[in-house]
């Protein structure tokens, strides 16, 4: 049993605990995890009472949904709902000392093709299954497809484009036959989600970035347009990949790069009201993220047991009214942001 809250994934029929496991770190990002450390910190998050996990193929070029598989198979399977990701499917590496791993600092020796086309959708989620060791997935992501990733209007829109004339309708089947139960996108930027509901029919977001403490810019139009389609939200990068849990350290990072001036002094200005109210900024972060109602979970990475369990008490912290008062009344957070 979870002592989590859960919310509804839109229409679906998938319900999710509110805290859910980002699992990029079960990749190797950044870090190298021994498989010890990294089933240790999913059975941390399984006692905390997390029981919805987001993975990928791109995580660690499969490593993070084998760990994750291995961990999953051992529990019952109407326990916990998975989601994992369409777009890249992987190919073993022809030169392993040549590889270029980018962010994985481990990971397994697999390349990637970029394919939203119907064949490679099919053959990317019967390859998660397979690497999961599970005969089902409840939620897919449409990953990555957007600017952040492909640099240029002319890429975007080609794979756009393969999404909506082919792959779009191995996503449709999937669904409708119950292999799934929902479809969804991930989002690193704004700009995307009109444009993905202007050509497909999807139950939720998976936002990265546009949504946090320190910037508010999607409540204007995109997120007012996905509570009018009943279009629910998941959160990652809950700490803005980095700064809000760090707060406004020398090499803190904002959108997987490093933080600006202005973010740096802008962090500042909420860590010093936190001091004020006697509250943190992680907690700060990780409960506004849930108090706006279109978002159904939020799923912070971790990469020991100890992450997790910080995470789980920090959205049970006691945060005064004033401090959310203040920090509107500053300028700091946006009037209309939902708050606790």
Same mark, same amino acid.
């Given at each position: 049993?979870?002592?989590?809250?859960?919310?509804?994934?839109?229409?679906?029929?998938?319900?999710v605990?509110? /805290?859910? +496991?980002?699992?990029?770190?079960?990749? =190797?990002?950044?870090?190298?995890?021994? $498989?010890?450390?990294?089933? #240790?910190? !999913?059975?941390a998050?399984?006692?905390?009472?997390?029981?919805?996990?987001?993975?990928?193929?791109?995580?660690?070029?499969?490593?993070?949904?084998?760990?994750?598989?291995?961990?999953?198979?051992?529990?019952?399977?109407?326990?916990?709902?998975?989601?994992?990701?369409?777009?890249?499917?992987?190919?073993?590496?022809?030169?392993?000392?040549?590889?270029?791993?980018?962010?994985?600092?481990?990971?397994?020796?697999?390349?990637?093709d970029?394919?939203?086309?119907?064949?490679?959708?099919?053959?990317?989620?019967?390859?998660?299954?397979?690497?999961?060791?599970?005969?089902? /997935?409840d +939620?897919?992501?449409?990953?990555?497809? =957007?600017?952040?990733?492909?640099?240029? $209007?002319?890429?975007?829109? #080609?794979? !756009?484009?393969?999404?909506?004339?082919?792959?779009?309708?191995?996503?449709?089947?999937?669904?409708?036959?119950?292999?799934?139960?929902?479809?969804?996108?991930?989002?690193?930027?704004?700009?995307?989600?009109?444009?993905?509901?202007?050509?497909v029919?999807?139950?939720?977001?998976?936002?990265?970035?546009?949504?946090?403490?320190?910037?508010?810019?999607?409540?204007?139009?995109?997120?007012?347009?996905?509570?009018?389609?009943?279009?629910?939200?998941?959160?990652?990068a809950?700490?803005?990949?980095?700064?809000?849990?760090?707060?406004?350290?020398?090499?803190?990072?904002?959108?997987?790069?490093?933080?600006s001036?202005?973010?740096?002094?802008?962090?500042?200005?909420? $860590?010093?009201?936190?001091?004020?109210?006697?509250?943190?900024?992680?907690?700060?972060?990780?409960?506004?993220l849930l108090?706006?109602?279109?978002?159904?979970?939020i799923?912070?990475?971790?990469?020991?047991?100890e992450h997790?369990?910080?995470?789980?008490?920090l959205?049970?912290?006691?945060?005064?009214?004033?401090?959310?008062?203040?920090?509107?009344?500053?300028?700091?957070?946006?009037?209309?942001?939902?708050?606790?």
């Amino acid at each position: 049993m979870s002592n989590i809250p859960t919310r509804m994934i839109g229409r679906t029929g998938a319900s999710v605990t509110q /805290v859910g +496991l980002g699992c990029a770190p079960l990749g =190797d990002l950044f870090d190298e995890l021994s $498989e010890t450390q990294a089933q #240790a910190t !999913l059975q941390a998050a399984w006692d905390a009472g997390v029981r919805y996990f987001d993975t990928a193929p791109f995580y660690g070029y499969g490593k993070s949904e084998h760990r994750l598989g291995t961990f999953l198979r051992q529990q019952p399977r109407s326990d916990f709902v998975i989601s994992t990701k369409v777009g890249r499917v992987l190919r073993a590496a022809r030169n392993w000392q040549s590889f270029d791993k980018a962010g994985w600092v481990g990971g397994l020796p697999f390349e990637f093709d970029v394919d939203f086309t119907y064949d490679g959708i099919m053959r990317s989620v019967e390859d998660s299954l397979q690497r999961l060791s599970l005969p089902s /997935v409840d +939620l897919l992501v449409i990953h990555d497809l =957007d600017f952040y990733f492909h640099k240029n $209007e002319a890429r975007v829109n #080609a794979y !756009l484009n393969q999404l909506f004339t082919s792959g779009w309708r191995a996503l449709d089947e999937l669904r409708r036959n119950k292999v799934i139960k929902g479809v969804g996108a991930g989002i690193n930027e704004q700009g995307m989600i009109p444009r993905f509901l202007n050509l497909v029919e999807l139950d939720f977001f998976l936002v990265a970035n546009g949504y946090n403490l320190l910037t508010q810019a999607m409540l204007e139009s995109e997120f007012p347009r996905c509570a009018e389609q009943g279009i629910s939200v998941i959160i990652g990068a809950v700490f803005a990949s980095g700064i809000l849990a760090t707060g406004a350290v020398p090499g803190a990072r904002y959108f997987y790069a490093p933080a600006s001036d202005e973010i740096l002094a802008k962090t500042r200005q909420i $860590e010093a009201l936190c001091r004020r109210h006697q509250v943190s900024l992680p907690a700060t972060a990780l409960q506004f993220l849930l108090a706006n109602p279109i978002v159904a979970a939020i799923i912070p990475g971790a990469q020991t047991p100890e992450h997790v369990q910080s995470n789980t008490r920090l959205v049970q912290q006691p945060i005064p009214a004033e401090f959310w008062a203040e920090i509107k009344a500053t300028g700091l957070l946006a009037e209309d942001a939902p708050t606790p």
